[in-house]
């Protein structure tokens, strides 16, 4: 059995992993923690993260809390637990000190910005396309919640695009930089534009454009329940990987 806590357990997203989690005969939930514990969730909800760490002592940690707190992640991987961070916004030097520590401890971290299998795959096809077409934009569309733009999502679609970019040696012709900010953020020369409006949930387009032609490839998550098989997927392989995971395509 695989014995995982969450963090941010009371969220919007660490609800479903609770239940998913639960519901998952290959493991077990050791640790709920959530610095505002709501009472309807059926478990004990502990408020100090120091508990999951020396009373819970799970093998990974599911963190969803909203903002990422790097010391919780840090802690972790001190400890031998991998955490697996699906909270998006992390900073860069976030980003390395995660894979410096992981490698130095022999313990992997997990940062996946999009759990949900369909989003992988419409940046993986995006990766592909830019090949061939390389000029592109990315129009990601989210809750009015979302509190980090652009989204982990289109971030690592742009940094996908332009490695491929860049490895097929192709460029694009749509001009870059300036600072007209109509004309969205701009990652690995990727325009992203970001949408926030009540009822969305998680959408992104990727728009290419072509001499007479265009291409969109589109993934919309309409239900929570969207990312469940990919944190369960990470979780189950957790104990195996190594170093730092950026982004479910790498568990595939
Ligand atoms: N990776 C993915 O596939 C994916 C999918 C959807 C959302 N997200 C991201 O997940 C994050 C959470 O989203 P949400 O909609 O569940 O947010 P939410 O606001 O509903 O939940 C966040 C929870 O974290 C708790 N929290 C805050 N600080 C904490 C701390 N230090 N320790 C413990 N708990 C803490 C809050 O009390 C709250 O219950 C966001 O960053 C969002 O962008 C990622």
């Known amino acids: 059995m695989i014995k995982v806590a969450v963090l941010g357990a009371c969220g919007k ?28 969730l059926g478990i004990d909800v502990h408020v100090d993260f120091g508990y999951i760490l020396n009373d819970a002592k799970p093998d990974v940690i599911v963190d969803f809390a909203k903002p990422f707190v790097m010391g919780n992640a840090r802690n ?29 401890k022999g313990v992997a971290a997990m940062v996946i910005p999009n759990f949900a299998i369909g989003a992988v795959l419409m940046m993986r096809f995006a990766a592909e396309a830019a090949k061939y ?11 009015d919640k979302k509190i980090d733009s652009p989204s982990g999502t289109a971030i690592k679609t742009a940094a996908m695009i332009d490695e491929s970019r860049q490895a097929a040696g192709v460029v694009a012709h749509t001009p870059i930089g300036g600072s007209d900010p109509a004309r969205g953020d701009e990652r690995g020369g990727v325009r992203i534009h ?32 969207s990312f469940m098989p990919g944190v369960l997927l990470a979780i189950r392989q957790a104990r195996q990987a190594k170093g730092l995971v950026y982004g479910l395509d790498q568990l595939l």
């Open 13 to 40: 997203m660490g609800r479903e992993v609770v239940k998913a989690v639960t519901g998952a005969d290959d493991m077990t939930l050791v640790a709920a923690c959530d610095v505002a514990p709501a009472d309807d």
């Open 76 to 104: 972790a991987i001190q400890r031998g637990i991998v955490p697996i961070i699906g909270t998006t916004g992390l900073a860069d030097d976030e980003l390395s000190e995660l894979a410096q520590l992981s490698e130095q």
């Open 133 to 143: 077409m390389p000029d592109v934009e990315v129009i990601e569309l989210h809750h």
């Open 194 to 225: 970001s949408v926030r409006l009540p009822g969305l949930v998680a959408h992104q387009g990727v728009l290419f454009g072509g001499a007479g032609q265009l291409l969109t490839i589109r993934h919309d998550s309409i239900d929570r329940t």
